[in-house]
Structures are given as structure tokens and as C-alpha cells.
């Protein structure tokens, strides 16, 4: 342990008070979203929800979410560019769409692809509903509830031969992570159906850079 003199100490806090530094604020940690952004609000389920980091500077991401090799298959890295015209996003522009939907646009939903129990465990984004994927799936589903889906929770309209997505709203998808192909598969799907790529939008870090960045969860 290194041991301080008195007039060492009287130096060192000078030096602290005239660059606009103390011993207290150097021990008090701020993580911020963004450099001016502390947080935001979002709602969910009806409740106000702050999304911000983790204050702990010493935290760490959840067990579940550490293993680096999982086997591929099924766990195979995504691309960064899922398909032409699907916009690949980030943190801030997933927060962004969730700020746009708790102001009352109803044009955006949110979802959480995984199935399982994989939200119970992690713990979803704020504002997000959670859709396992395998309900979009048509190779798993009954395809009528597939339309039941894309009916009543993505605005899609069916006139018994062709889907009409012009009033469609965009669908915001994220699952695990990188190594994940839950929302990946969703979203082929969709597109194969002819829903309109440009409404269609990425999470691509999923869960797991979510919370490598402390940032908040909520029980599904």
C-alpha cells in the first residue's frame, strides 16, 4: 500500500483543485448513454421505465451471455448486412425508435425474436414485445397464425390473394446477438412474404451488446 506525506498530499490536491478536479469527484462514476444523454424514458407495459447504464463501473455482462464459441450451427456469426435495403442499427438508434414509440408513434414496434427462455433470463429491452420467432416461422407455424401476426400486430392487410404492407409499420427485431439467427431468420421470412425492406430494421448486437454495455433490462 503507497503511503502519502503530508506536503505530497497538499501538492497532489493542488494540482486536482486548479484543474477543476476533487478527491470526491473523482471517485463519484457517471455513465452516461451518450456524453450530454444520462439517460432516457421510455414506457413500457403502461409503466415509465429509465433506460441508462450501469453505474458500476466494476460491472460485468451476465453469465449467459459470455461463452464466445458457441457451436455453428446453429450459432453461426450474422453479416452485417442482413439484406439489401434492411437497415443494420446500433444502441442509439434502437433507443432512438423506443423513445419515438413511447412519445405515442404507433408506426414502430420493437421485438424480441428469442424463444425459450431466454428473455425470463436476460431480460428484454425496455419497450420491446416479445414474438418468438418461431411464430413467424412458417416452416414451424400454422401459417394462419402467421397472418394473425402480421394482421393484427404489423398492420399488414390481407385481401384473401395478395398482402397490401403499405400501412405496415416498422418492425424493429433483435434477438441474442451476433452469433444469433433468430431475428435473422424472421426477417427473411418476412421479406420472402414481400414486406417492404425499407420497414424493416436490425438490432444486430442483440441482448448481448445491450447489456455489455450495462445498459437497461426488464422482466417479459
Sequence with gaps: MISLDMPRL?????????????VQSMAEDHVYITHDLPYVEVMHKGKRIKIERNQDTFNTIDPDLTLT???C????????????????????EMIGYLRAISEGN????????RDGDWPKRTGIIPGAVVIPWVELFLAKNDPEKVAE???????AVNDGTFWNFSES???????????????????????????????IKW???????WKSLGLTTVAP
Excluded: H, M
Design 203 to 209: 438490432y444486430r448486437g442483440g441482448i448481448q451488446a
Design 149 to 155: 401476426i402480421l394482421e393484427d400486430k404489423f398492420k
Design 169 to 199: 409499420r416498422t418492425l424493429v427485431f433483435y434477438c441474442n446477438g451476433p452469433w444469433c439467427g433468430q431475428s435473422a431468420t424472421n426477417i427473411k421470412t418476412l421479406l420472402a412474404l414481400g414486406y417492404p425492406a425499407t420497414r
Design 10 to 22: 497538499i501538492f497532489i490536491s493542488g494540482i486536482l483543485f486548479l484543474s477543476g478536479w476533487t
Design 73 to 92: 450451427p446453429p450459432y453461426c456469426i450474422q453479416p452485417i448486412s442482413l439484406a439489401p435495403g434492411v437497415e443494420t442499427i446500433g444502441e442509439l
Design 106 to 113: 404507433r408506426n414502430v414496434i420493437v421485438i424480441d425474436s
Design 69 to 71: 464459441s458457441r457451436p
